[in-house]
T-cell receptor, first 110, second 114 residues
Framework: GQQVMQIPQYQHVQEGEDFTTYCNSS?????IQWYKQRPGGHPVFLIQ?????EVKKQKRLTFQFGEAKKNSSLHITATQTTDVGTYFC??????????FGQGTRLTINP | DSGVTQTPKHLITATGQRVTLRCSPR?????VYWYQQSLDQGLQFLIQ???????AKGNILERFSAQQFPDLHSELNLSSLELGDSALYFC?????????????FGPGTRLTVT
């Protein structure tokens, strides 16, 4: 069925390094949302992108929505230990359900 | 604190049993969603309710059922439990229905089936 693919599944970085996770859909998305789940916690909404080519920033986090609205990325500049967690993208697919990607688990070596 | 509450936090039960998970959405939110998250897995959508009516179904097993009550709280019933049902079950709510609205997740119920 329709799904949202997210890569990589795991990423380990040294503190201070940059991190990027990518999200791809086989179909055009009307919007894409990003969530963060800290270890032992619950997913927390970060942001929603709606427009083609949209770029939004939240401090060290930069979110992009592709021109074709089929892909998105989350880039973290100079990671800190507080960035540890799993980052999920989610997009509306069949039957207007929000479908979550498998997530990228980020671990950081301090 | 997202404003979404879930009870219980933890649940340990035996195979073949039945359990009920409860969720209260954020004040003012009409939509409730249920998700299952197994170890190291993503979020599997189970079912969605809007203002008391079922609106969307995911890969929810026939042994599972849910409902949303007039006060908008929701319950997820899991019966004939199997070992593979052990997982984190999240409830989320949003102000309206449709994937354009961000979802606010509760703390989850960790179910362990032994």
């Amino acid at each position: 069925g329709q799904q949202v693919m997210q890569i990589p599944q795991y990423q380990h970085v040294q503190e201070g390094e940059d991190f990027t996770t990518y999200c791809n859909s086989s179909t055009t998305l009307s919007n894409i949302q990003w969530y963060k789940q800290r270890p032992g916690g619950h997913p927390v909404f970060l942001i929603q992108l709606v427009k083609s080519g949209e770029v939004k920033k939240q401090k060290r986090l930069t979110f992009q929505f592709g021109e074709a609205k089929k892909n998105s990325s989350l880039h973290i500049t100079a990671t800190q230990t507080t960035d540890v967690g799993t980052y999920f993208c989610a997009g509306p697919l069949a039957a207007q359900k929000l479908v979550f990607g498998q997530g990228t688990r980020l671990t950081i070596n301090p | 604190d997202s404003g979404v509450t879930q009870t219980p936090k933890h649940l340990i039960t035996a195979t073949g049993q039945r359990v009920t998970l409860r969720c209260s959405p954020r004040s003012g939110d009409l939509s409730v969603y249920w998700y299952q998250q197994s170890l190291d897995q993503g979020l599997q959508f189970l079912i969605q309710y809007y203002n008391g009516e079922e609106r969307a179904k995911g890969n929810i097993l026939e042994r599972f059922s849910a409902q949303q009550f007039p006060d908008l709280h929701s319950e997820l019933n899991l019966s004939s439990l199997e070992l593979g049902d052990s997982a984190l079950y999240f409830c989320a709510s949003s102000v309206a229905e449709g994937p354009a609205y961000e979802q606010y997740f509760g703390p989850g119920t960790r179910l362990t089936v032994t």
